[in-house]
């Protein structure tokens, strides 16, 4: 990927501290192209005149604050972004205090945490900020002491001229460097990979004590003097209308300060219709909560139900498809000159985020102006929408960026801090708006359900060389919604000649959302799963059937626009995986024991394998899951990537357990005790997390992992058992984790 | 993993009252509205009838008294993270299935969300607040601290005092009383293995 600084019209702006240090900021122009592909508005342009503001302070003691730019929800970025900056300014980690920066993408360009994409996009430019710091600390150095700067070197926070051993700390240096002017970004001088002393260095995370003391602040903790309390009932079906409620006895409740519909806006992104109760405390509003009663307009979406959904699906799918996705040669005529044809049909359910921390935000409108503290993920976009909402400009509203118990994209969605808002337009006072548990799972923005149908042609020697993918998603009926289409190639589209993968829409009001590795997480089940029918019709190893259609001679797209398989990445994975699962040992498993193997071709370059023990009574044990990343040229905290992708793969095996049901428009889960996520009991005995390095920028690890995990347990599963595993939840297929 | 398939054995965990059971047959708000509802009269040997007002409820909590003025159905979490400011556990779904509010109440772990302020009165009550002696973690935050055993941490405060409640019972649980110990916290990052190693690290925890 790359985001070459000059291309964003990087600079760097100094400012004085008033004597007692210096600020360096950077400025560059959001988003790139990757960014752009999951928001649903453009981010606002950077305004014409910027505020004086800080990436980087050092105080004439030495104390180095660096800002933290990014939403941290528990992936660490929190601390992995500033250790970039860190090294190379070349200050000491444990000099350094890192503070959460406030929203302000003309200072800190994009805040925005999804898709993986922190760190890519950061990379460049957070190194450069910390190397054009550095570099002007040793310009003040060489001014002082009339050298050439170089003939300087730097070390943990200081200058040195070796020539003749002086040395000056960085803080007594701060007067000097806010009187100089900034390097050009793009020309600074970056660290050689081997001169690393913080990034690729396990580090400990900023929030680690805090949390372990439970003096960390998430954004359920957060309070303000003054604050009241407020709970909103949205309609239990999606996209409903509050028409009345008995407002006058809710607001005669004990501490109850006001009570009032709010109408609504008509897109499924936006403000839902609902009843608010504002409280002088969390547990009065929660009371008086349970005596509301509301008459709900609960509109079209009340007749929806999963039923209905599967036979509609069956229907679409007997049907031509409305939408392309890749179209390659004609797959239809293939089929007749292929030696064997099979089919296979597979199912995945909608699902809910299930984030640890539940829904809430905090607002105060005042005089026109509002200030928030959301746990968002896009809290730009955010802003947009609640400006766009209340009808004031961006400008009047401020937004503190609050740490997230988990969000797993749940909240890259805006609609309970456009709720927050709302209420608080209406309420002389800050408002902390709290959902419950069953506002989540009853009020989430749900990954899409899916059935697909797919038909192999395969050659005789057993590899595909005609292939017709059909499916159906959600949406509006003639698009997809969000994150309920592919949004990266598959293997083995773009090297079987006559290729052809298509889909059909139900329109929906289920509202579709970003779930961790949106668009991959339920289809890379199907396709792996799939291959893996294939390899074991043909009668080949699953590694090597794979590593023979990667190899295979590659199709151009007749759409120039398609992206491709990086296929040289997806082998490289591959093969690691087979040597240190020792895949190719022919060590003979126990009964009842197997192992399956699946991959991640895009978006992320993975290769997984499960190995399980299957009870007679269909209890899936996973014994050890081992997974190669290609993460590019490097790991910024090892420990922490380690932890994330060890944490991916369990929430894996909770997307193979879990399901949301749809019934009269509304979902029929309501609680984690209907939603179990896996516990203690049931996560991998052992997990084997390996890097390999490439010369590619680094990757982000928020979602790659994932969608590998669930077909190789799956395809592990048929290894131990013969049974294949087609539809999701697995209790649809009789198995479940021991 | 079935839907509304309850966990096996809670008897690690050491509820007073089978806190799975209890939510099954009766939920929070039943239960609460027995305490709202004693008459004096009917059961002279009972406690004396309080609420449905505000009353005063007096409490232990890390050593030290915390007075309040609240209605007696109100949780024994929503009264120390909303009305004594006391906020290191969490509030993740106010029916006893995910672990994030467990405190330990007079040696035993509790869903504080299913459990009323009111009852434990002349207990005492432990939070991850007042786990730390001064700037000194307790060995399972140490633990957890050394082996980074969380990423967003919102589940850490309940996973700990369960593990403090699970080592003060068993100082060297078997991985199978640390699993079962340990089964009634949920963790959505999936830190489960290095939470294992780090509750299997502790070493100190005196046995209560």
Partial sequence: ?738 | MAPNDEHPDKSERGSAVSRRAFLKTAGVSSLAASVVGVEVGAQPAGPPMVGPGETAVHLMVNGKRVDLQIEPRVTLLNALRNHADITGNKRGCDRGACGACTMIVDGRAVYSCSTLAIEVQGKQVRTVDGLAVGNKLHPVQQAFYDHDALMCGFCTPGFIMASVALLEKHPTPTPTQLRKGLDGNICRCGTFKRIREAVASVKGVPHV
Avoid at chain 1, 183 to 194: E, R
Avoid at chain 1, 295 to 303: L, M, N, P
Avoid at chain 1, 428 to 434: G, I, N, S
Avoid at chain 1, 546 to 554: G, V
């Fill in chain 1, 1 to 738: 990927m790359g985001m070459p600084a000059s291309s964003r019209r990087s600079f760097l702006r100094v400012t004085a501290l008033g004597g007692t240090g210096v600020l360096l900021a950077l400025h560059f122009d959001p988003p790139d192209s990757m960014l752009a592909q999951e928001v649903r508005r453009p981010i606002a342009p950077f305004p014409a005149a910027m505020p004086p503001s800080a990436f980087i302070s050092v105080a004439v003691d030495g104390t180095v604050t660096i800002m933290a730019k990014n939403p941290e929800m528990g992936q660490g970025i929190r601390t992995s972004l500033p250790m970039i900056i860190a090294d190379e300014l070349d200050v000491d980690w444990k000099d350094v205090t890192v503070v959460q920066a406030a929203l302000d993408e003309g200072r800190y360009g994009p805040q925005r945490s999804g898709g993986s994409t922190s760190t890519p996009t950061n990379w460049d430019p957070l190194r450069r900020v910390g190397a054009a710091g550095r570099a002007m600390f040793v310009a003040a150095a060489a001014e002082t002491w009339g050298v050439p700067a170089g003939e300087l070197t730097t070390a943990s926070g200081t200058v040195r001229h070796p020539a003749t051993n002086r040395t000056a700390t960085y803080g007594s240096l701060a007067a000097k460097v806010a009187t100089l002017a900034a390097p050009p970004l793009a020309t600074v001088t970056l660290k050689d990979p081997k001169d690393y002393r913080i990034i690729g260095t396990s580090t400990r995370g900023v929030d680690l004590h805090g949390v372990v003391t439970g003096t960390t602040v998430f954004s359920i903790d957060m309070t303000v003097p003054g604050m009241v309390w407020a709970v909103y009932q949205k309609c239990p079906v999606f996209m409903g209308k509050a028409v009345s409620a008995n407002l006058e006895q809710i607001k005669a409740m004990p501490g109850v300060r006001d009570a009032f519909i709010l109408e609504g806006t008509r897109n499924l992104g936006g403000l839902h219709g609902g009843v608010a109760i504002v409280a002088d405390s969390y547990w009065q509003a929660a009371t008086a909560r349970k005596a509301l009663k509301v008459v709900w307009d609960e509109g079209e979406a009340a007749q929806e139900s999963s039923a209905g959904f599967d036979r509609r699906a069956a229907e679409l799918l007997q049907l031509p498809a409305t939408l392309v996705v890749r179209n390659d040669g004609d797959a239809d005529k293939a089929f007749q000159s292929a030696a064997t044809v099979l089919e296979g049909r597979y199912a995945f359910p909608f699902l809910s985020h299930a984030q640890m921390e539940p829904t809430n935000c905090l607002a105060h409108f005042k005089d026109g102006t509002l200030e928030l503290w959301t746990p968002g993920q896009a809290p730009g976009q955010g802003r947009s929408e609640i400006a766009e909402l209340l009808g004031i400009p961006e400008a009047s509203i401020r937004v503190h960026l609050m740490k997230g118990g988990g969000c797993f994209g749940r909240r890259l969605d805006n609609d309970f801090a456009l709720e927050a808002a709302a209420i608080a337009r209406r309420v002389d006072a800050p408002v902390k708006l709290m959902w419950t548990r069953e506002d989540d799972m009853g009020h989430d923005h749900y990954r899409a359900a899916n059935v697909h149908h797919l038909k192999a042609g395969l050659d005789a020697s057993g590899q595909p060389v005609a292939w017709k993918h059909q499916f159906v998603s959600f949406g509006d009926g003639r698009q997809f919604g969000r994150a309920a289409g592919v949004p990266v190639p598959l293997m083995p589209g773009g090297f079987v000649a006559d290729y052809n993968m298509s889909a059909s829409v139900i329109a929906s009001g289920v509202p579709l959302g970003s779930l961790r590795a949106p668009g991959l997480n339920g289809i890379s089940f199907v396709n792996q799963c799939f291959l893996d029918e294939l390899a074991h019709s043909a009668g080949k190893d699953p590694i090597d059937y794979r590593l023979a259609c990667l190899r295979a001679r590659r199709i151009r797209s007749s759409n120039p626009n398609d992206p491709e398989v990086d296929a040289e990445r997806t082998i490289a994975v591959l093969e690691a995986v087979a040597e240190r699962s020792g895949w190719r040992s022919g060590k003979a498993l126990a009964a009842g024991v197997g192992r399956g193997v699946a991959l991640l071709e895009s978006h992320g370059w993975v290769a997984t394998v499960a190995e399980v023990r299957v009870d007679k009574d269909r209890a899936i044990h996973v014994n050890k899951i081992w997974t190669v990343l290609d993460q590019g040229s490097q790991v910024i905290n090892p420990r922490a990537a380690v932890n994330m992708v060890e944490g991916g793969i369990i929430e894996a095996m909770s997307h193979m357990g879990w399901e949301i049901t749809i019934a009269n428009g509304r979902a029929v889960q309501t609680n984690f005790h209907q939603y179990q996520p896996v516990r203690m009991p049931q996560a991998p005995a052992e997990i084997d997390v390996h890097f390999l390095r490439s010369n590619h920028t680094p990757w982000g690890l928020g979602e790659p992992m994932l969608p590998p995990v669930l077909p190789a347990i799956a395809n592990a599963v048929f290894a131990a058992t013969g049974q294949r595993i087609r539809t999701l939840p697995l209790s649809k297929s009789g198995f479940r984790f021991a």
